[in-house]
């Protein structure tokens, strides 16, 4: 979960630096966040292999909580039409 929420800490960062305005180009921070992004499905995967067997309710609330921080960083990006 700390990869999201970095990757929206990244996000809301850009926007108070540069405002929401379309960039000519994308820079640092939106490859920062991209590669945060697609870091974190590997590293779920293995957790929801590893331990939905052995406790699911407990994995289903983590889950849970890795689907929330993903669409709360991948909000300002549809909603500010990055």
């Known amino acids: 979960m700390g ?3 970095r990757s929206t800490l990244d ?3 850009f926007v108070a630096r540069f405002g929401t305005a379309p960039q000519p180009d ?5 490859h920062l ?3 945060l992004m697609g870091l974190q499905i590997p590293v779920v995967a293995f957790f ?3 331990c939905l067997p052995k406790s699911p309710r ?3 609330l983590v889950l849970g909580l ?3 921080a993903g669409i709360a960083a991948l909000a300002p990006v549809y909603l500010l039409h990055w």
């Open 3 to 5: 990869f999201r929420m």
């Open 11 to 13: 996000c809301k960062r």
């Open 26 to 30: 994308e820079g640092t921070s939106a």
């Open 33 to 35: 966040w991209q590669l």
């Open 48 to 50: 929801a292999i590893r």
């Open 58 to 60: 407990s994995s289903f």
């Open 66 to 68: 890795q689907a929330a």
